[in-house]
Protein backbone atom coordinates (compact mmCIF):
# COMPACT_ATOMS: atom_id res chain seq x y z
CA UNK A 1 0.00 0.00 0.00
CA UNK A 2 1.00 3.38 -0.39
CA UNK A 3 2.18 5.88 2.42
CA UNK A 4 -0.43 7.88 3.47
CA UNK A 5 -1.41 11.94 4.15
CA UNK A 6 -0.32 11.69 7.89
CA UNK A 7 -2.71 12.27 10.42
CA UNK A 8 -1.99 16.43 10.96
CA UNK A 9 -3.92 16.23 14.40
CA UNK A 10 -1.01 13.51 15.94
CA UNK A 11 2.29 15.36 15.49
CA UNK A 12 5.40 15.07 17.69
CA UNK A 13 8.28 16.76 18.45
CA UNK A 14 11.21 16.82 15.89
CA UNK A 15 13.68 14.00 16.34
CA UNK A 16 17.32 14.56 14.99
CA UNK A 17 19.32 16.95 16.01
CA UNK A 18 16.72 19.41 16.65
CA UNK A 19 16.43 21.96 19.54
CA UNK A 20 13.83 20.38 22.49
CA UNK A 21 11.69 23.04 22.22
CA UNK A 22 11.24 23.30 18.44
CA UNK A 23 7.75 22.50 16.71
CA UNK A 24 7.20 21.89 13.19
CA UNK A 25 3.65 20.93 13.15
CA UNK A 26 1.94 21.99 10.18
CA UNK A 27 -0.78 24.70 11.41
CA UNK A 28 -4.02 22.54 11.94
CA UNK A 29 -6.84 22.92 14.02
CA UNK A 30 -10.32 21.10 14.57
CA UNK A 31 -11.96 22.97 11.44
CA UNK A 32 -9.19 22.46 9.30
CA UNK A 33 -10.31 20.95 5.70
CA UNK A 34 -8.37 19.18 3.58
CA UNK A 35 -8.54 19.60 -0.24
CA UNK A 36 -7.27 17.37 -2.78
CA UNK A 37 -4.82 18.78 -5.17
CA UNK A 38 -5.77 19.67 -8.53
CA UNK A 39 -3.18 21.25 -10.95
CA UNK A 40 -3.31 24.66 -12.50
CA UNK A 41 -5.05 25.30 -16.07
CA UNK A 42 -3.60 24.24 -19.13
CA UNK A 43 -3.40 27.99 -19.77
CA UNK A 44 -1.77 29.17 -16.55
CA UNK A 45 1.16 30.79 -17.54
CA UNK A 46 4.65 28.84 -18.17
CA UNK A 47 6.56 29.89 -14.53
CA UNK A 48 10.48 29.78 -16.12
CA UNK A 49 12.96 28.82 -13.59
CA UNK A 50 16.33 31.16 -13.81
CA UNK A 51 19.80 30.11 -12.91
CA UNK A 52 20.72 31.86 -9.80
CA UNK A 53 23.54 32.57 -11.45
CA UNK A 54 22.02 34.31 -14.53
CA UNK A 55 19.25 36.42 -13.05
CA UNK A 56 19.02 40.00 -13.24
CA UNK A 57 18.84 42.76 -11.38
CA UNK A 58 14.80 43.01 -11.82
CA UNK A 59 14.39 39.27 -11.30
CA UNK A 60 16.12 39.41 -8.06
CA UNK A 61 14.23 42.70 -6.55
CA UNK A 62 11.21 40.89 -7.44
CA UNK A 63 12.59 37.66 -4.99
CA UNK A 64 13.76 39.49 -2.45
CA UNK A 65 10.42 41.37 -2.49
CA UNK A 66 8.31 38.17 -2.44
CA UNK A 67 10.83 36.78 0.16
CA UNK A 68 10.43 39.53 2.31
CA UNK A 69 7.04 39.93 2.34
CA UNK A 70 6.49 35.94 3.31
CA UNK A 71 9.45 36.42 6.37
CA UNK A 72 6.47 39.16 7.53
CA UNK A 73 3.90 37.21 7.80
CA UNK A 74 2.70 36.56 11.05
CA UNK A 75 4.54 33.18 12.40
CA UNK A 76 1.04 31.48 12.24
CA UNK A 77 0.33 31.85 9.02
CA UNK A 78 0.93 28.56 6.87
CA UNK A 79 2.50 30.92 4.32
CA UNK A 80 4.66 32.36 6.42
CA UNK A 81 8.16 31.77 6.10
CA UNK A 82 8.87 30.44 9.65
CA UNK A 83 6.15 27.84 8.42
CA UNK A 84 7.23 27.21 5.53
CA UNK A 85 10.68 26.14 6.53
CA UNK A 86 8.80 23.71 9.03
CA UNK A 87 6.88 21.84 6.45
CA UNK A 88 10.55 20.50 5.53
CA UNK A 89 10.99 19.69 9.02
CA UNK A 90 7.57 18.01 9.34
CA UNK A 91 8.44 15.47 6.79
CA UNK A 92 11.84 14.99 8.04
CA UNK A 93 12.39 14.29 11.52
CA UNK A 94 9.58 11.83 12.70
CA UNK A 95 7.16 14.70 13.27
CA UNK A 96 4.46 12.47 11.88
CA UNK A 97 3.73 8.26 12.46
CA UNK A 98 3.09 6.73 8.88
CA UNK A 99 -0.85 6.25 9.45
CA UNK A 100 -1.27 2.94 10.18
CA UNK A 101 2.15 1.95 11.84
CA UNK A 102 3.09 4.04 15.07
CA UNK A 103 6.20 3.08 15.54
CA UNK A 104 7.64 3.72 12.36
CA UNK A 105 7.78 7.15 10.77
CA UNK A 106 6.95 9.43 8.23
CA UNK A 107 10.54 10.94 6.57
CA UNK A 108 10.97 11.43 2.64
CA UNK A 109 14.25 11.41 2.31
CA UNK A 110 16.32 8.05 1.47
CA UNK A 111 13.52 6.59 -0.90
CA UNK A 112 11.42 7.21 -3.77
CA UNK A 113 9.91 9.61 -2.04
CA UNK A 114 12.36 12.00 -2.41
CA UNK A 115 12.06 13.74 -5.47
CA UNK A 116 7.90 13.71 -5.66
CA UNK A 117 8.14 15.31 -2.12
CA UNK A 118 10.57 18.06 -2.87
CA UNK A 119 9.24 18.89 -6.10
CA UNK A 120 5.64 19.79 -4.58
CA UNK A 121 7.60 21.02 -1.79
CA UNK A 122 8.86 24.03 -4.21
CA UNK A 123 5.71 24.25 -6.35
CA UNK A 124 3.58 25.46 -3.32
CA UNK A 125 6.58 27.62 -1.77
CA UNK A 126 7.13 29.36 -5.53
CA UNK A 127 3.18 29.44 -5.69
CA UNK A 128 2.95 31.23 -2.67
CA UNK A 129 6.16 34.12 -3.31
CA UNK A 130 4.51 34.47 -6.43
CA UNK A 131 0.71 35.20 -4.87
CA UNK A 132 2.40 37.74 -2.30
CA UNK A 133 3.75 39.67 -4.98
CA UNK A 134 0.88 39.12 -7.13
CA UNK A 135 2.84 37.64 -10.05
CA UNK A 136 1.40 34.58 -11.36
CA UNK A 137 4.34 33.54 -13.70
CA UNK A 138 6.73 33.96 -10.73
CA UNK A 139 9.19 31.31 -10.90
CA UNK A 140 12.08 30.44 -8.04
CA UNK A 141 15.68 30.22 -9.05
CA UNK A 142 18.07 27.12 -9.02
CA UNK A 143 21.71 26.83 -8.35
CA UNK A 144 23.44 25.51 -11.43
CA UNK A 145 26.06 23.97 -9.92
CA UNK A 146 26.36 21.17 -12.04
CA UNK A 147 27.65 24.27 -15.09
CA UNK A 148 30.83 25.28 -14.32
CA UNK A 149 29.59 29.17 -14.39
CA UNK A 150 27.36 27.63 -11.15
CA UNK A 151 30.12 26.00 -9.24
CA UNK A 152 30.19 28.82 -6.93
CA UNK A 153 27.52 29.72 -3.52
CA UNK A 154 25.13 31.76 -5.65
CA UNK A 155 26.02 35.49 -5.19
CA UNK A 156 22.33 36.79 -5.27
CA UNK A 157 22.32 34.76 -1.31
CA UNK A 158 25.34 36.15 0.03
CA UNK A 159 24.17 40.06 0.36
CA UNK A 160 24.29 40.61 3.71
CA UNK A 161 21.72 42.91 3.18
CA UNK A 162 19.34 40.89 1.10
CA UNK A 163 16.25 38.79 2.44
CA UNK A 164 18.30 36.02 1.25
CA UNK A 165 21.26 35.80 3.49
CA UNK A 166 21.30 33.94 5.57
CA UNK A 167 24.01 33.65 8.45
CA UNK A 168 24.16 30.25 9.56
CA UNK A 169 26.59 29.45 6.71
CA UNK A 170 29.73 28.00 6.25
CA UNK A 171 32.21 31.14 6.02
CA UNK A 172 34.86 29.73 4.14
CA UNK A 173 32.66 28.56 1.25
CA UNK A 174 31.62 31.78 0.08
CA UNK A 175 32.10 33.26 -3.27
CA UNK A 176 34.11 32.90 -5.24
CA UNK A 177 35.06 29.44 -3.53
CA UNK A 178 34.79 26.42 -5.63
CA UNK A 179 32.16 23.69 -4.74
CA UNK A 180 32.57 20.17 -4.07
CA UNK A 181 29.97 18.11 -5.38
CA UNK A 182 31.27 15.30 -3.99
CA UNK A 183 32.19 17.03 -0.46
CA UNK A 184 33.46 15.17 2.52
CA UNK A 185 33.52 17.00 5.18
CA UNK A 186 37.46 18.59 4.24
CA UNK A 187 37.90 21.18 1.68
CA UNK A 188 40.47 19.33 -0.95
CA UNK A 189 41.87 22.97 -2.12
CA UNK A 190 42.94 21.99 -5.61
CA UNK A 191 42.91 23.93 -8.49
CA UNK A 192 39.38 25.34 -9.73
CA UNK A 193 39.99 23.94 -13.13
CA UNK A 194 40.61 20.62 -11.76
CA UNK A 195 38.00 20.87 -9.27
CA UNK A 196 35.49 21.51 -12.10
CA UNK A 197 36.43 19.05 -14.07
CA UNK A 198 36.05 16.23 -11.05
CA UNK A 199 32.56 17.99 -10.77
CA UNK A 200 31.40 17.59 -13.76
CA UNK A 201 32.88 13.92 -13.64
CA UNK A 202 30.55 13.62 -10.46
CA UNK A 203 27.30 14.54 -12.25
CA UNK A 204 27.80 11.93 -14.67
CA UNK A 205 28.25 9.37 -13.13
CA UNK A 206 24.96 10.40 -10.94
CA UNK A 207 22.73 10.51 -14.30
CA UNK A 208 24.39 8.99 -16.84
CA UNK A 209 25.98 5.97 -15.90
CA UNK A 210 23.35 3.95 -13.37
CA UNK A 211 20.96 1.28 -13.94
CA UNK A 212 17.00 1.68 -14.36
CA UNK A 213 15.64 2.74 -10.85
CA UNK A 214 18.99 3.67 -9.27
CA UNK A 215 18.02 7.77 -9.98
CA UNK A 216 15.10 7.25 -8.11
CA UNK A 217 15.61 4.62 -5.70
CA UNK A 218 14.41 2.27 -3.20
CA UNK A 219 10.72 1.87 -2.78
CA UNK A 220 9.08 2.85 0.39
CA UNK A 221 5.60 1.49 0.83
CA UNK A 222 3.66 1.93 3.93
CA UNK A 223 4.45 -0.05 7.17
CA UNK A 224 8.56 -0.06 5.64
CA UNK A 225 10.93 1.66 7.91
CA UNK A 226 11.67 4.68 6.70
CA UNK A 227 15.59 5.29 4.53
CA UNK A 228 15.94 2.40 2.88
CA UNK A 229 18.34 3.55 0.21
CA UNK A 230 18.65 6.88 -1.75
CA UNK A 231 19.17 7.57 -5.44
CA UNK A 232 22.26 8.97 -6.70
CA UNK A 233 21.45 12.43 -7.26
CA UNK A 234 19.53 12.40 -3.90
CA UNK A 235 23.06 10.85 -2.33
CA UNK A 236 25.70 12.85 -4.64
CA UNK A 237 25.69 15.88 -5.04
CA UNK A 238 22.45 16.90 -3.07
CA UNK A 239 23.80 15.23 -0.07
CA UNK A 240 27.17 16.64 0.59
CA UNK A 241 25.92 20.23 -0.80
CA UNK A 242 23.74 20.62 2.55
CA UNK A 243 26.94 20.57 4.95
CA UNK A 244 29.20 22.12 2.33
CA UNK A 245 26.51 25.39 2.61
CA UNK A 246 26.14 25.26 6.36
CA UNK A 247 28.19 26.41 9.30
CA UNK A 248 30.54 24.27 10.57
CA UNK A 249 30.77 26.35 13.53
CA UNK A 250 26.98 25.67 14.45
CA UNK A 251 26.14 22.88 16.88
CA UNK A 252 24.98 20.62 14.13
CA UNK A 253 26.10 21.95 11.04
CA UNK A 254 23.15 24.61 11.16
CA UNK A 255 21.15 26.11 9.25
CA UNK A 256 21.70 23.45 5.37
CA UNK A 257 23.20 20.50 7.64
CA UNK A 258 20.73 19.07 9.57
CA UNK A 259 17.21 18.05 8.19
CA UNK A 260 15.45 20.15 11.13
CA UNK A 261 16.88 23.42 9.91
CA UNK A 262 17.97 22.94 6.40
CA UNK A 263 14.81 24.90 4.97
CA UNK A 264 15.55 27.65 7.49
CA UNK A 265 18.41 29.10 4.79
CA UNK A 266 16.28 30.38 1.01
CA UNK A 267 19.21 28.96 -0.53
CA UNK A 268 17.89 25.76 0.19
CA UNK A 269 15.09 26.24 -2.47
CA UNK A 270 18.11 27.13 -5.43
CA UNK A 271 19.60 24.17 -4.01
CA UNK A 272 16.38 21.76 -4.41
CA UNK A 273 15.30 23.50 -7.46
CA UNK A 274 18.67 21.83 -9.02
CA UNK A 275 17.64 18.59 -7.48
CA UNK A 276 14.06 18.47 -9.58
CA UNK A 277 15.91 20.23 -12.50
CA UNK A 278 17.92 17.05 -12.56
CA UNK A 279 15.23 14.64 -12.17
CA UNK A 280 13.42 16.57 -15.13
CA UNK A 281 16.40 16.77 -17.08
CA UNK A 282 17.18 12.80 -16.72
CA UNK A 283 13.54 11.76 -17.60
CA UNK A 284 14.12 13.59 -21.21
CA UNK A 285 17.26 12.17 -21.64
CA UNK A 286 16.92 9.04 -23.35
CA UNK A 287 13.52 6.92 -23.53
CA UNK A 288 14.54 4.29 -21.21
CA UNK A 289 14.73 6.85 -18.22
CA UNK A 290 11.24 6.69 -17.11
CA UNK A 291 9.59 7.01 -13.60
CA UNK A 292 8.47 3.96 -11.59
CA UNK A 293 4.30 2.60 -12.21
CA UNK A 294 3.84 1.17 -8.68
CA UNK A 295 0.97 2.26 -7.85
CA UNK A 296 2.72 2.92 -4.07
CA UNK A 297 4.79 4.84 -5.77
CA UNK A 298 2.15 6.95 -7.62
CA UNK A 299 -0.80 7.04 -4.99
CA UNK A 300 1.57 7.92 -2.22
CA UNK A 301 0.25 11.51 -1.09
CA UNK A 302 1.66 14.51 1.20
CA UNK A 303 0.00 17.60 2.87
CA UNK A 304 0.88 21.05 1.72
CA UNK A 305 0.07 24.61 2.11
CA UNK A 306 -0.81 25.83 -0.88
CA UNK A 307 -0.96 29.78 -1.75
CA UNK A 308 -4.44 30.21 -0.09
CA UNK A 309 -3.23 28.84 2.78
CA UNK A 310 -5.59 25.66 2.14
CA UNK A 311 -4.50 22.39 3.41
CA UNK A 312 -3.55 20.02 0.43
CA UNK A 313 -3.61 16.13 0.27
CA UNK A 314 -1.00 15.61 -3.09
CA UNK A 315 -0.06 12.49 -4.85
CA UNK A 316 3.06 11.80 -6.79
CA UNK A 317 1.29 10.71 -9.86
CA UNK A 318 0.26 15.04 -9.99
CA UNK A 319 3.90 15.64 -10.04
CA UNK A 320 5.53 13.84 -12.80
CA UNK A 321 4.95 16.33 -15.44
CA UNK A 322 6.78 19.73 -14.63
CA UNK A 323 5.08 21.17 -17.85
CA UNK A 324 1.62 20.01 -16.45
CA UNK A 325 2.35 22.17 -12.97
CA UNK A 326 3.18 24.73 -15.32
CA UNK A 327 6.77 25.21 -14.56
CA UNK A 328 10.44 24.56 -16.48
CA UNK A 329 13.65 25.39 -16.30
CA UNK A 330 16.20 28.23 -17.98
CA UNK A 331 17.78 26.09 -20.50
CA UNK A 332 21.47 26.44 -20.11
CA UNK A 333 23.17 23.55 -21.32
CA UNK A 334 24.46 20.24 -19.63
CA UNK A 335 28.34 20.66 -19.68
CA UNK A 336 28.78 17.21 -17.61
CA UNK A 337 27.03 14.92 -20.44
CA UNK A 338 29.86 13.74 -21.87
CA UNK A 339 32.57 13.74 -18.83
CA UNK A 340 33.27 10.42 -18.67
CA UNK A 341 35.80 9.91 -16.59
CU1 LIG B 1 14.85 17.51 2.12
CU2 LIG B 1 18.00 18.56 0.57
O1 LIG B 1 16.73 17.84 1.76
Given at each position: APIQTPDPATCNP????????LSCCLPYGTGTAIADFKPPPA???????PAAHLADENYVAKYEWAVELMTKLPDDDPRSFAQQWRVHCAFCDAVYDQVGFQDLDLQIHNSWLFFPWHRFYLYFHERILGKLIGDDTFALPF??????DGMTFPAIYANQSSPLYDERRNPAHLPPFTV??????????IPRDQQIQQNL????????CQEDGTLLRAALPAGRPARPRAGTVEQVPHGPLHPWVGDPSQPNGEDMGPFYSAARDPVFYAHHGNV???WHIWRGLTPSNTDFTDADWLDATFLFYDEDA??????VRDCLDAAALRYTYQDVGLPWLNAKP
Amino acid sequence: APIQTPDPATCNPPADTAPADLSCCLPYGTGTAIADFKPPPASAPLRVRPAAHLADENYVAKYEWAVELMTKLPDDDPRSFAQQWRVHCAFCDAVYDQVGFQDLDLQIHNSWLFFPWHRFYLYFHERILGKLIGDDTFALPFWNWDAPDGMTFPAIYANQSSPLYDERRNPAHLPPFTVDLDYNGTDSNIPRDQQIQQNLTTMYHGIQCQEDGTLLRAALPAGRPARPRAGTVEQVPHGPLHPWVGDPSQPNGEDMGPFYSAARDPVFYAHHGNVDRMWHIWRGLTPSNTDFTDADWLDATFLFYDEDARLVRARVRDCLDAAALRYTYQDVGLPWLNAKP
